[in-house]
């Protein structure tokens, strides 16, 4: 009986074993090197076979991301599966699913991580499909040029998220300015934000910033710089040039606000979770904005929209951000998956759903339409998107020289305004080593 | 299968002389297939990664590019050079001792408080307890809104902010800390109370020992084994933290709360995107955790002994 028992187990044993040693094989993940068969014909429509595809999205484009994809699968034959990553999370799943090969036919990414994660080869080459496109020379450059790497496409636009200026109508009037006219130079900006200060409204701030939050930094002063006709980085992203005089009016103005107390206290702390709240609340007066809140703003305040000022009045300037979006390297469905991003620029996608829902569009040839028409802010938000000072950073090592909490661009910013204004140089010498690494 | 078995079962025990070797050899292989699954557990969720981490930590790895060879000891000294490396270190080291310092003190002030059988005994327990049945993350968001200035409602303690400044959101992330602990470290301090025999508290008293006397010469060396075990789940625990910095402070203000474990994460993840430096670090706090046990379990043992 013993025996039995004992070899019983013996048997199992083994058998767990053998398991656990196919598992963690199949764990260790056989790289079987499948280059996506390029099939013979490559189309500008792609492949609507019924397939089911996957698309991972970040949970900040949660809205456009699951707009988009309802009106593909209802006219379309392919089914996309979404799944949305709370956005903290978002580069440690990709970058898990990339080492195991595991990523969806099709995954959006933050505009400036583009460069490093076309580096990593997380992307299919699309330069030939895109160039079937016959409005391909219309679609956002911003987006197009920082999906570009070693002269290969690899990324389109999938939602553009721009930085304007927004103030508040209500207590522009209170303060005794035009509600219609936003301002059109840092020094109005100042002027302005003072005078909403100097209502001593409780609770009520002339402005607010994410004065803890590398990415909001980034959004809302790197345009500032640009519409003054200077640039951040140099042409390879390796080099900061963050101490310039643009740069250097652009702090000024805060920590003269901040030291005006015209800035909401809470922003000192903002790591960027609530830096778009306040104003929503109806308790700021001017602040540089993303323009996709438009719509949740405008249902309580009564929000006017102007592009980003620099230090002279010019075009002003915007921050071409969202999200980009491309075929995994992982994809055996890349026909497929092109479908999909064939229809995402297509009119139909534009118009129908992005501009339906007051997203701006990401072709310059769409700008004016029918939903555009009827709120004249939308109009403002499209032509600043075309304007030449309105750009997309590109650096490989963008996330860790600005957007990671504690990078050295948060240091410098945190510095200039609320520290020690004289370390620029050296702040500024902190990035450019991270950047050139 | 079962038939074949019994059938081959009696020959094996008829040859006699090797049948008795191999009878006790049979116990043992049975005794070593008890212990296999655990075994196995062990070796596939604990070894493999750590060899698998291990060879991270010598490896040129980055999270979107993979295994690019070996370049030992590259990422020990970058790790060592990075530029919030130190700082790290040295708040976590600060934040071990104030969080041990002060939430052992007060979970043993608690657990004398809750020993004596009063009747308010159980509602005490219950309400010091409840804190510990809420996850470190829940919690941790739990008090981001108490010390957010757009939905604090302690305004009235005239607390400008309460993550604002390095210190501020030290103490901040201590109080969590120790609300969220102090139930869990009084219930195991209880346990040892308990199991203090009141006859030598009779002896005490009959000798004239006062109060304070009786908790320095009788509770706390009886306690000894207690504490020490309660201070080594501190001390590993803080040395280790990292959800609540990561969800209330994200190291900040001006990385001045950055701790070693949220510095993996932050080489991994954010930007860097460096698995090998990430690696190397975690074998470095893996090696400052085995020392600091080690030692703690010698101490413990000395005392007993």
Redesign the interface.
């Known amino acids: 009986m013993r025996t039995r028992i004992a070899r019983g187990y013996r048997r199992a044993v083994a058998t767990i074993a053998a398991l656990g040693l196919v598992a963690t094989m199949a764990a260790c993940g056989s790289s079987d090197d499948d280059t996506n068969s390029a099939s013979a014909a490559v189309t500008a429509e792609g492949t609507d076979d019924g397939s089911e595809l996957t698309l991972w999205t970040r949970a900040p484009l949660e809205l456009q991301a699951k707009a988009l994809v309802d009106a593909y699968n209802k006219s379309h034959k392919n089914q996309v599966k979404l799944t949305i990553v709370p956005n903290d999370d978002y580069v440690a799943k990709v970058g898990a699913a990339a080492g195991s090969g595991d990523l969806p036919d099709l995954f959006a990414a933050d505009i400036v991580y583009v460069p490093n994660w076309t580096k990593a080869g997380l992307f299919s080459d699309m330069t030939e499909r895109i160039k079937l496109l016959p409005y391909a020379d219309k679609i956002n450059q911003g987006h197009i040029k920082a999906g570009t790497f070693d002269g290969k496409e690899y990324v389109l636009p999938f939602v553009l998220d721009l930085s304007v200026m927004f103030w508040n109508k209500a207590l522009y009037k209170e303060a005794g300015l035009d509600p219609e006219k936003g301002p059109a130079t840092l020094d109005e900006y100042k002027a302005h934000a003072l005078a909403i200060q100097k209502l001593n409204k409780k609770d009520t701030y002339g402005t607010y910033f994410g004065g803890n939050c590398g990415g909001c930094g980034v959004f809302t002063w790197f345009p500032m710089v640009w519409a003054s006709g200077e640039e951040v980085m140099d042409a390879e992203g390796t080099k900061s040039l963050l101490d310039g005089p643009a740069a250097q009016k652009v702090y000024s103005t805060f920590r003269e606000l901040q030291d005006a107390g015209a800035i909401a206290p809470a922003a000192k702390d903002d790591t960027g979770a609530t830096w778009v709240a306040a104003f929503q609340e109806g308790k700021i007066g001017v602040m540089p904005y993303p323009a996709t809140l438009l719509p949740t703003a405008a249902k309580t305040v009564d929000v006017g929209v102007a592009p980003i000022p620099g230090v002279s009045a010019g075009s002003g300037s915007t921050f071409l951000g969202g999200d980009g979006i491309g075929i995994s390297k992982d994809s055996k469905l890349s026909d497929q998956s092109w479908n999909f991003l064939a229809w995402l620029t297509s009119e139909a996608a534009q118009v129908d759903v992005l501009a339906a829902n007051n997203s701006t569009v990401a072709r310059t040839d769409l700008a004016d339409n029918q939903y555009s028409a009827k709120d004249p802010r939308v109009v403002t938000v499209n032509q600043v998107a075309a304007s030449p000072q309105s750009k997309t950073p590109f650096a490989i090592n963008f996330q860790q020289a600005f957007n990671a909490p504690g990078s050295p661009w948060v240091t410098l910013f945190r510095n200039q305004v609320y520290g020690d204004a004289g370390a620029l140089a050296a702040d500024n010498t902190a990035v450019s080593g991270v950047l050139g690494q | 299968m079962?038939p074949a078995?019994?059938l081959e079962?009696p020959p094996?025990g008829a040859v006699a002389p090797p049948g008795a070797i191999r009878k006790r050899r049979?116990p043992q292989?049975?005794g070593w297939?008890?212990a296999?699954?655990t075994a196995?557990f062990v070796?596939?969720f604990f070894i493999?990664p750590i060899l698998l981490v291990g060879q991270m930590s010598i490896s040129d790895w980055?999270?979107?590019?993979?295994n690019r060879g070996i370049n030992a000891p590259e990422n020990f000294t970058k790790v060592i050079d990075d530029?919030?490396f130190w700082p790290a270190v040295w708040f976590t080291l600060k934040y071990t001792v104030v969080t041990t310092v002060i939430l052992l003190g007060l979970a043993l002030g608690l657990a004398m408080l809750v020993q004596e059988a009063s009747r308010w005994t159980g509602f005490l327990r219950t309400s010091f307890l409840v804190p510990s049945a809420l996850g470190l993350a829940s919690a941790s968001l739990l008090f981001y809104a108490l010390y957010?200035?757009?939905s604090t409602p302690l305004k009235f303690l005239g607390i400008?902010?309460f993550?604002?400044t390095p210190s501020a959101a030290l103490w901040s992330t201590v109080a969590l800390i120790v609300w969220r602990f102090a139930g869990f470290y009084m219930l195991l301090l209880l346990v040892g109370l308990q199991g203090i025999s009141g006859d030598v508290y009779e002896a005490a008293r009959l000798d004239g020992a006062g109060r304070w006397q009786t908790f320095r010469y009788v509770t706390l060396p009886l306690l000894r084994s207690s504490i020490a075990l309660c201070t080594i789940l501190c001390v590993t625990g803080s040395m280790l933290a990292f959800d609540q910095f990561y969800i209330l402070?994200?190291?900040?203000?001006?990385?001045s709360t950055?701790t070693i474990v949220q510095l993996v994460y932050?080489m991994?993840?954010?930007?860097?995107?460096n698995l090998g430096k990430a690696a190397a670090l975690s074998i470095l706090v893996l090696v400052a955790l085995l020392v600091v046990n080690v030692l703690q379990f010698r101490g413990l043992r000395d005392k007993e002994s």
């Open positions: 079962a078995t019994t079962a094996e049979k292989l049975a297939a008890y296999a699954p196995l070796l596939i493999v980055g999270l979107f590019a993979g530029r919030l957010s200035p757009q400008d902010s993550l604002g402070t994200k190291g900040g203000p001006d990385n950055i932050n991994a993840f954010f930007g860097q995107n």
